[in-house]
């Protein structure tokens, strides 16, 4: 018989992941306390690179079930929920989400679907960026400056400009400016420097 094991995650201590073994057991899943695994770490992690997640594949065996509430808490982007399921698939463990209606995403349903999501995911990553450089490329055209301001003035360009020319080293200007060495460079570039 297979054994079940939830995995609960929430992102900040505020959160507890209380609901999600709740639901998870609402749906009739019957999971023992101590496989119940629950951890409060970003989802921007890596489920691999998460404490509670690398214990909890060291428990898992072939033809045990993991259940989750949504996709969202293996992982944030569609890229890391589909190599740890996976992962998963090739440890021969079943993956089931509740939001997808409890399908187990390692059967050839559940790989369809997480083919769509990952498509689904690809293509709102490149409209996002087709918007942006739309955005940018308008912005552009009625003449707006992009990028964060300056840190120096024109004058205190022309200043850096002068003190190089005397012969003073990047870091004293940087120091008697109050700036960075970087920002003294960019200016010595501007000037054709």
């Known amino acids: 018989m297979s054994r079940?094991?939830?995995y609960c995650r929430v992102s900040t201590a505020d959160q507890t992941p209380d609901n999600q073994a709740r639901e998870i057991a609402a749906a009739g899943f019957s999971v023992q306390a101590s496989r119940l695994v629950s951890e409060t770490i970003s989802g921007s992690v890596m489920a691999s690179e998460r404490p509670a997640f690398a214990k909890l594949l060291d428990k898992l065996e072939s033809g045990d079930v993991l259940v989750v509430t949504k996709l969202?808490?293996?992982g944030r982007n569609a890229m890391d929920v589909r190599?740890?399921?996976e992962a998963l698939d090739g440890l021969g463990v079943r993956v089931h989400c509740l939001a997808l209606g409890g399908v187990d995403l390692t059967s050839a349903a559940g790989k369809m679907t997480m083919g769509v999501i990952a498509a689904v995911a690809e293509f709102e990553r490149?409209?996002?960026v087709e918007r942006t450089q739309s955005g940018l490329?308008?912005?552009?055209a009625e003449g707006k400056v992009l990028g964060r301001p300056s840190a120096l003035s024109q004058v205190q360009v022309q200043e850096v400009g002068q003190r190089l020319a005397a012969g003073e080293a990047i870091a004293a200007i940087a120091r008697a400016m109050g700036t960075s060495r970087q920002t003294i460079m960019r200016a010595r570039d501007t000037l054709g420097g």
């Open 4 to 6: 079940v094991f939830a």
């Open 72 to 74: 969202d808490r293996l």
């Open 83 to 85: 190599s740890t399921v």
């Open 126 to 128: 490149d409209l996002l």
């Open 137 to 140: 490329a308008r912005a552009k």
